[in-house]
């Protein structure tokens, strides 16, 4: 077990600084443009290609960073950038975290390098578990995955929406339902290889925010994908099915499905989306407050303004430290007896979008333009507390888990 410590090491000090460099070089520079053009910023993907971001390498020993803050710490600077490139370089995360988290060695071996590509040939991967009718509510998916025993073959059928890289992905992950009678016990997850007939794309999403990040529907017409995609592998799943009727029987104890699964692996990683994207539009705030003047002298002399300064950058160290414990206790194997995973996630998200208000409020009607960032920022701010689980969602987890109640 790593030892606790509110000190980074100088190593990772070097990541931080390296990804900061980046994020203020490469991203901000080129945020407003592809904000405007809400496409995918292929460009700025090859680049952090380039220089060994965006890969299998990087997010690997940053996943593995035994004190567990190597991701938060890359995803608080590259969110610094701005959250809709960031999202393009990182979506491809989401998926791989459902590999890592359902598939075995082979899986994770074969198909986590085809997510990413090569720097002369750049990949994404989409992670596609939400539907029209089954959101936050995963019980009522109904995309079904049907196993032909004579082909050994799986055939997918049902609509997914929301899905960050969605029919543009090389490498998509679905999470579907083996066994109806279940409810989210009798999911499973999926990989759908390149070029896999009966998968499209269906429409595409115009976003409130993160509009360089490409969403859309993927629409599965009778997919058929080999045996060997069924991440775990089919004996896997058939003992935990088995177990899963059993306890059902019993009274029904919890049992993780393959989305939660992966969603519990991620909300820290997104309570630090959220505290980048907060930390930026803070530090604009600042520095406006430090340099504009009214009635001879800077507004955050004004108590008013400094105030809100105050409450700010407290609420940021706030939802930086839930963070990090979350992600320290998830790399240590430390239960999340008090869902504290959720709860991480849920102060940060509220505290982004708290804050760029705030800032706006700050800047005034500088701040309302997109002449200044924070209008961006804003409005990039809104998706943290509704993907991977709204607010509402991580309080019911919250809830559910102090009170000893199964999480369905």
Not at 23 to 41: F, G
Not at 42 to 68: C, H, M, N, R
Not at 323 to 344: C, D, L, Q, Y
Request: aromatic share 8%.
């Amino acid at each position: 077990m790593a030892e606790f410590t509110m000190e980074l090491s100088d190593e990772q000090k070097e990541v931080r600084d390296w990804l900061h460099g980046f994020a203020a070089d490469v991203i901000r520079p080129a945020a407003a443009e592809w904000d405007e053009r809400e496409e995918t910023p292929w460009p700025v993907i090859q680049e952090a290609a380039k220089v060994g971001i965006y890969s299998l390498d990087f997010y690997a020993q940053q996943y593995f960073d035994p004190t567990g803050l190597g991701i938060p710490m890359a995803m608080e600077e590259l969110f610094w950038g701005d959250a809709g490139i960031a999202l393009s370089i990182v979506g491809t995360g989401l998926a791989a975290v459902g590999v890592l988290a359902n598939g075995t060695e082979e899986q994770i071996g074969t198909w986590i390098p085809q997510m990413y590509g090569d720097a002369n040939d750049v990949k994404v991967a989409a992670f596609c578990s939400s539907e029209p009718d089954a959101g936050s509510d995963v019980a009522s998916m109904r995309t079904r995955a049907v196993y032909d025993e004579a082909k050994d073959e799986w055939v997918l059928n049902g609509t997914k929406t929301w899905a960050t890289n969605g029919g543009i992905a090389n490498v998509h992950v679905v999470v579907a339902v083996v066994d109806p009678e279940l409810g989210s016990k009798g999911h499973a997850s999926f990989i759908v290889p390149p070029d896999t007939p009966g998968l499209s794309q269906g429409q595409k999403f115009k976003k409130h925010g993160i509009r360089a990040s490409h969403t859309a529907e993927v629409i599965l017409d009778n997919v058929r994908v080999p045996g060997s995609c069924l991440l775990g592998g089919k004996e896997k799943l058939d003992a935990r099915l088995a177990r899963a009727r059993e306890k059902a029987k019993k009274g029904g104890e919890r049992v993780k499905n393959a989305a939660m699964a992966t969603f519990e692996a991620s909300r820290p990683a997104v309570g630090a989306m959220a505290v980048g994207t907060a930390r930026a539009a803070y530090e604009v705030a600042l520095e406006y407050a430090q340099t504009r003047e009214q009635f001879g002298r800077p507004i955050i002399d004004n108590q008013g303004v400094a105030f809100q300064l105050a409450d700010m950058r407290t609420s940021i160290d706030a939802a930086r430290l839930l963070v990090w414990r979350a992600s320290w206790m998830a790399i240590n194997g430390k239960p999340f007896t008090a869902a504290e995973g959720s709860m991480s996630k849920l102060f940060a998200s509220e505290t982004a979008k708290k804050v760029t208000a705030q800032a706006i409020q700050i800047l005034g009607g500088n701040g309302y333009t997109r002449e200044y960032p924070v209008e961006r920022m804003h409005r990039d701010s809104a998706i943290y507390t509704i993907f991977e689980g709204t607010s509402e969602i991580q309080r019911l987890v919250i809830a559910r888990t102090l009170a000893g109640m199964p999480i369905r």
